[in-house]
């Protein structure tokens, strides 16, 4: 009973630094995405993907990248941490939108600090 | 306007106490609905999808009125173990989710 998996679950980065945050999910799911959430504040999305090799920008998608070469895996790439990036970042899948059954399950967080 | 507005509380009540949360968008065209649970410093997990006719799940009530584009859920006889942030989800075929910002429950003993 995997569902999303999401490593690390905690780091600290030091500004400038670059990382990559792993996801997988054991679901089929053709949707996933990636979230943040700030200390109080909604989730946010960042970037999203609607199957292997396709990808699109979320709301806040600036100073990240993605990359989706399977069904399975969605990692994020931090490209030169800046202290704005301390969050909480998830991952999420779903099968599809739309449609009452079709549900979006999350990790549990990776907590990012960039000091 | 904002996609999904919610209350963002805090509501504060007794435990046995009834509680109802509200809940708005904007896309008339949204056809799929839920309320997620999330806990202090945990993921998002689904609580319930919501129907068109409405539907309960033990203490829980949640309903939907397309006219005036509104959700609601409400809680009966809340316990301790219920205070979370209640996150409204709304969304449609080919769309992302949108979540709302979120209601703050704390159940007090």
């Known amino acids: 009973n995997a569902g999303v998996t999401q490593t690390p679950k905690f780091r600290i980065l030091k500004i400038g630094q670059s990382m990559t945050l792993q996801c997988a999910q054991d679901m089929n799911h053709n949707y996933m995405y990636w979230y943040r959430q700030d200390p109080g504040m909604g989730l946010k999305l960042i970037y999203y993907?609607?199957?292997?090799?396709?990808?699109d920008k979320g709301e806040v998608p600036n100073g990240y990248n993605v990359s989706r070469s399977t069904t399975e895996d969605f990692p994020l790439r931090l490209e030169l941490a800046a202290p704005s990036q301390t969050s909480v970042y998830f991952c999420?899948?779903?099968?599809?939108?739309?449609?009452?059954?079709?549900?979006?399950?999350f990790g549990e967080g990776s907590w990012l600090t960039v000091v | 306007r904002k996609e999904v507005e919610q209350d963002p509380g805090p509501f504060n009540v007794p435990e046995g106490a009834t509680v109802a949360f509200n809940c708005t968008y904007s896309n008339s065209a949204s056809q799929s609905f839920f309320w997620y649970r999330q806990d202090c410093r945990k993921e998002p997990k689904l609580l319930m999808s919501?129907?068109?006719s409405g539907n309960e799940d033990g203490r829980f009530t949640a309903q939907l009125n397309r006219a005036s584009q509104y959700i609601s859920l409400l809680i009966r006889d809340s316990k301790l173990s219920d205070s979370a942030t209640y996150l409204c989800?709304?969304?449609?075929?080919?769309?992302?989710?949108?979540f709302g910002p979120g209601t703050r429950l704390s159940v007090l003993p």
């Open positions: 993907s609607v199957g292997a090799g396709i990808t």
């Open positions: 989800v709304v969304t449609n075929y080919g769309q992302n989710f949108v």
């Open positions: 999420a899948s779903s099968y599809s939108t739309g449609s009452p059954g079709n549900t979006i399950y």
């Open positions: 919501v129907y068109s």
